[in-house]
């Protein structure tokens, strides 16, 4: 699962689905927000039909691009589309600072939440307060994004100058320019979209709206678990499509899920309670946080 890919690599993996969610871009934008919402529900029809979930990434990656644009300013780029596919195969995916990490979790979250069998993203944070971590300055999501999934390095690969020839010279100097032009521009990209993450995050105050306002956008039933909610709350807000929950609230629930006296007080999905999980900060969840034990304790009548 820990295993080290090289960026271009990982590109090219995923290139094809990247360029038939691109191709799909023009027909989602001429769509009305009515239409865009609708998709939803065909998507989830087709999936109780039998259509696999991969067979729909392309269309449903597409959709949340498209419905990110229109709720929040912010169009995903094809790295954070590579990234929500990485997650969606079930493996790791590292964001650099300033790659938009906030983006790329909706991505799967929406797409297995097709299937009806719910979705947990899973932060070691209350998704209810900001999380200035994921702010950085638009000096480092440049300098970050230039060395990120989507981009190169800047090697300078030429030999001695005398072995090479004109032409060859130019054509190489012709290529290190575009590349230079390419990143700049995707630097600013991204730079832009992080500054408008920042301004949308201080004026609500809540990093969490950011990431639920698309799903539910385009008609997705999404819950917060809170400490302070009732079991009643609870129950509701893990039946939704899509659940925003921190490692701890998440552990608890089902400690006391498995200390149930009868199945009416269970709060979480009581078939089939974990469909699909997205991590955030998973080696700060599945290693450091995984060594403080969750322990439910209280007085006993016996000495």
Known sequence: MFKQDPSENTRKKYQDRVDAINALEPKIQAMSDEELRG??????????????????????FAVVREGSRRVLGLRPFD???IGGMILHDGQIAEMRTGEG??????????LNALSGAGVHVVTVNDYL????????????AAARARRGLSQRGGRDERGPRQRRGRRASRRRGQ???????????????LRLQQLRLQQLRSGSGRSGAVRTSVPRFLGMNVGLIQADMDPESR?????????????????????RDNLAGAPAELVLRAA???NFCVIDEVDSILIDEARTPLIISGVSDQP
């Open 272 to 274: 089939q309670p974990f």
């Open 175 to 189: 290529q290190r320019r575009d590349g230079r032009r390419r990143r700049a521009a995707g630097s600013r990209q």
């Open 39 to 60: 998709m939803t529900e065909q998507f989830k029809q087709r999936v109780k039909r039998g259509e696999s979930l991969d067979s729909l990434l392309p269309e449903a």
């Open 79 to 81: 790295v954070q589309l």
């Open 129 to 140: 307060a900001r999380r200035d971590s994921e702010s950085s300055s638009a000096g480092e």
């Open 235 to 255: 129950r509701a807000a893990y039946a939704s499509d899509i659940t925003y929950v921190t490692n701890s609230e998440l552990g608890f629930d089902y400690l």
């Open 101 to 110: 990490k906030t983006l790329v979790a909706v991505l799967p979250s929406y």
